[in-house]
């Protein structure tokens, strides 16, 4: 079946130290975008990849890095720069066809920094 | 940038019956999507329903059509014959085909359904 994987599901941190979220594609989509989800703030985006080998900083960038080598992943690192990182991550994607207009969400990664 | 207001944080809507889900938006493009996107307990985001802005006839989806206004940059969203499992957050998004196809998220509504 095609879809978004996201790993992993929960994952946890001490402060100060970096740590990388998954995003993996089947789906042949060539965009990927990366968010953050707080309560009450909807999803930010945070990063996002057109094609291979480049990238785009989002409305939140500060504090986070991604990586675009294969166009089937796209993972984020959360740097210790990262002030407040514990939130609900969410990875999707997006066909670039003239009709691929909508985006398509992976299961999310919640990350809680102890 | 492109905002997207929602302006119900919590709805509630009694079993069997509609309900009407409130987004503006605001933009000075002429040709852009809108979605509304449903997200349950589980977190995972779900396409609903899709516009695009140069086609005037409305979208529907079964029991989920919209309420495309673009002169007024509106867009609601309507659930007829309520089911429990509409229950979630519903979120309304704009993409821009410009801006690096950036979408826009507003804040969310909090649907309740009522047994």
């Known amino acids: 079946d095609g879809g978004i994987t996201q790993s992993p599901k929960y994952l946890f941190r001490k402060e100060g130290q970096n740590v990388t979220l998954s995003c993996e594609q089947n789906?042949?989509?060539?965009?990927m975008y990366w968010y953050r989800q707080d309560p009450g703030q909807g999803l930010r985006l945070i990063y996002y990849s057109q094609i291979v080998n480049d990238f785009q900083k989002g409305d939140i960038a500060e504090g986070y890095s991604v990586s675009r080598e294969k166009k089937e992943s796209f993972p984020l690192t959360v740097t210790s720069a990262q002030k407040n990182p514990t939130a609900f991550y969410l990875c999707?994607?997006?066909?670039?066809?003239?009709?691929?207009?909508?985006?398509?969400f992976g299961p999310g990664t919640r990350l809680t920094v102890l | 940038a492109q905002t997207v207001t929602q302006s119900q944080p919590e709805m509630s809507v009694q079993e069997a019956e509609t309900v009407t889900l409130s987004c503006t938006y605001d933009t000075s493009e002429s040709d852009y999507y809108l979605f509304w996107y449903k997200q349950p307990p589980s977190r995972q985001m779900i396409l609903v329903i899709r516009?695009?802005?140069?086609?005037?006839q409305n979208a529907t989806e079964n029991r989920f059509s919209v309420n495309f206004q673009k002169a007024a940059k509106s867009f609601s969203l309507k659930i007829s014959d309520s089911q429990l499992g509409d229950a979630a957050m519903y979120f309304c998004?704009?993409?821009?085909?410009?801006?690096?196809?950036?979408?826009?998220f507003g804040t969310g509504t909090s649907l309740t359904v009522i047994p």
């Open positions: 998004a704009y993409r821009s085909p410009n801006t690096g196809n950036q979408f826009y």
């Open positions: 516009q695009e802005a140069y086609k005037q």
């Open positions: 999707a994607s997006r066909p670039r066809t003239s009709g691929g207009a909508t985006q398509y």
């Open positions: 789906l042949n989509h060539d965009a």
